[in-house]
């Protein structure tokens, strides 16, 4: 019993180490990751995108970002000019490393996401609470 139950917490530990590590890695490939501090300094002007759902984006969100949902934006991005910088962030960072790479893919080179995603942001925010 005890046997089958850490074989269990082991496979979902390396999973999840496993997941992190494909993160970061598709990431680097395809983005510019930005701390907290730098997104907030350098997205000052362009395009700011939230991929989360609208009602957190309704709730609270990064000051001047739209809202385009996840599934949205990776079916058509006809909204993001390539030729300007676009700034990502999605709740904690894991989503928006799919919708970097598929931006890159499709010619976006100028590709910018908030470390760690809103849960690590601390510069001006908008709240409707």
């Known amino acids: 019993m005890w046997i089958t139950l850490s074989v269990i917490i082991l496979i979902w530990l390396l999973w999840m180490v496993g ?27 362009h395009d700011i995108v939230d991929i989360r759902e609208p009602a ?20 058509n ?23 970097a790479k598929v931006l890159h893919k499709d010619g976006y080179n100028q590709v910018n996401v908030l470390k760690g995603g809103f849960n690590t942001y601390k510069g001006k925010v908008k709240s409707n609470q």
């Open 19 to 45: 997941s992190r590590i494909w993160t970061n890695r598709l990431l680097k490939q395809s983005a510019t990751v930005l701390s907290s501090e730098d997104f907030e300094a350098q997205s000052h002007g």
């Open 56 to 75: 957190k984006f309704k709730s609270k969100h990064i000051f001047g970002a739209r809202n385009i949902q996840y599934m949205l934006l990776k079916e």
């Open 77 to 99: 991005h006809a909204a993001l000019r390539k030729d300007k910088p676009v700034f990502l962030y999605d709740e904690n960072g894991q989503f928006v490393a799919r919708i």
